[in-house]
């Protein structure tokens, strides 16, 4: 299983900034995907994760009304829009998968390599 994840950078504080990560290299018929990030000096935690075969999104608390999860099954490709950012949400994320699983229970065994978004003025 492959994740390649693109987007990320330096934006102001309110700004927006879309993640999306491309899945290949499994073939099943449903899986949990998401997004985990790790701060400088900070336990890595899970942002958002959605379930392949019905759609259900999850958030952590912090990013709830600000982040948004969504995934196109026909290309395998999940992405993150995160607006209104903070200074807090400065962190690596990683995409991340979980094969014939759910969110709730998923071990995400397949990580991708992270990507830095920094928010900052």
């Known amino acids: 299983v492959q994740l390649q994840a693109s987007g990320g950078g330096l934006v102001q504080p309110g700004g927006s900034l879309s993640l999306s990560c491309a899945a290949s290299g499994f073939t099943v018929d449903r899986y949990a995907i998401g997004w985990f990030r790790q701060a400088p000096g900070k336990q890595r935690e899970g942002v958002a994760c959605i379930n392949s075969d019905n759609g259900l999104p999850y958030y952590v608390d912090s990013v709830k009304g600000r982040f948004t999860i969504s995934l196109d099954k026909t290309i395998d490709t999940v992405t993150l829009q995160m607006n209104n950012l903070r200074p807090e949400d400065t962190a690596v994320y990683y995409c991340?998968?979980?094969?014939?699983?759910?969110?709730?229970?998923?071990?995400?065994?397949?990580w991708g390599r992270g990507t830095l978004v920094t928010v900052s003025s």
């Open positions: 991340v998968t979980s094969p014939r699983s759910w969110c709730g229970v998923a071990k995400f065994e397949y």
